[in-house]
C-alpha cells in the first residue's frame, strides 16, 4: 500500500500462484485469453455480494493457495508483508487479478509514498463511503498523518494506528527514540477505482483498499504533502500542508 522498500534483487520463489499461461480451463489456474475463465472469476465476484475480502466465497479462494490467499487478505494490514509482496512478485500478481474482476463502484482512493515515488501500487486508503477528499479537507491531512505513523517504525499493525491518540503515539515515538523516522516530505496519490476490494479498520471514517494503479483506475490528481520537522518531547504530531 504504502511501502515500497528497497530489498535488493528479486528472488524467484514458488509462490502455487495461478500460471497464466495455461489454456486448460479450471478453478486452479487462470488464463488471461480464456473467456471461460475470466467469465468464472467474474462470476464468483458477482456471487459474494461483497467487496470484503473476508466475505468472498470459498471457490473464489480455490483460485489460489492458501497463503497467497492470507496474504491479500491482510494485504498492507501487516507490515511484514510489505517485503514478501515486493521481493516475491506478488505486486504483479495482484496487478493481474485486478484486470479479471467486475467493474464496480466508481470510488476515490489514496495513495500515499515517499516524495516523487509514481511507482505502480496496490494498497491505499478511502472514505468508507467512497466519495472524493478534496485537497482543502482535513481528512484527507489527517490520512497522512496515520502513514506517517506507520513509516516510523512503532507498529507493525495498520489497525493499531487508528488505536493511539497523538499523545500516546508521540510519547510511543519518544520513547522507542524514532522521531528519526518521521519523514516529513510526501507525494499523495487520487486515484478513481472501478476495481477494487477492502479490508476493514477499526475507523469510522476509513478503509483499506486494495486496487491496482495499473488496471482499472485512473490517477486523478497528484498532491505534495510537507509536515513540519518533527520536534521530540514537544508533545505534538501537527497537520500537514498540501500543496
Known amino acids: 500500500m504504502f511501502i515500497d522498500m528497497v530489498f535488493g534483487a528479486r ?28 467469465n468464472q472469476v ?6 459474494s ?16 493457495s492458501r497463503e ?14 510489505w517485503a ?5 512478485g506478488f505486486d504483479t500478481e495482484l496487478h493481474k487479478l485486478f484486470s479479471h474482476i467486475p467493474d464496480q463502484k466508481i470510488i476515490f482512493c489514496y495513495l500515499f509514498t515517499t516524495k516523487g515515488d509514481m511507482s505502480p501500487k496496490n494498497f491505499s486508503l478511502a ?3 467512497g466519495a472524493q477528499i478534496q485537497q482543502e479537507e482535513e481528512e484527507l491531512k489527517e490520512l497522512a498523518k496515520y502513514i506517517r505513523r506507520m513509516y516510523t517504525d512503532l507498529y507493525t499493525d495498520l489497525k493499531e494506528l487508528y488505536t493511539d491518540s497523538d499523545k500516546d503515539f508521540v510519547e510511543k515515538l519518544d520513547k522507542a527514540s ?14 478513481k477505482s472501478l476495481k477494487w476490494f477492502y479490508n476493514e479498520l477499526p475507523s469510522d471514517d476509513f478503509r483499506e483498499v486494495i486496487f491496482s494503479s495499473k488496471n482499472g483506475s485512473v490517477l486523478n490528481s497528484r498532491y505534495e504533502c510537507k509536515f513540519p520537522n518533527y ?7 501537527p497537520m500537514p500542508s498540501m500543496r
Open 231 to 237: 520536534k521530540p518531547q514537544s508533545g505534538e504530531w
Open 68 to 81: 497467497t490467499y492470507d496474504l491479500l487478505i491482510t494485504g498492507s494490514i501487516k507490515s511484514k508483508n
Open 11 to 38: 528472488k524467484k520463489v514458488v509462490f502455487n500462484l495461478p500460471d497464466w499461461t495455461l489454456t486448460k480451463i479450471s478453478l486452479t489456474t487462470l488464463d488471461p485469453n480464456s473467456v471461460d475463465n475470466i
Open 127 to 129: 472514505r468508507i463511503d
Open 178 to 191: 524514532k522521531g528519526k523516522n518521521a519523514f516529513c516530505e510526501w507525494t499523495v496519490r487520487e486515484y
Open 49 to 64: 455480494k461483497s467487496n470484503n475480502l473476508n466475505d468472498l466465497p470459498k471457490e473464489y479462494r480455490r483460485l489460489y
Open 84 to 88: 514478501r509482496i515486493k521481493t516475491e
Open 42 to 47: 467474474k462470476l464468483l465476484n458477482t456471487e
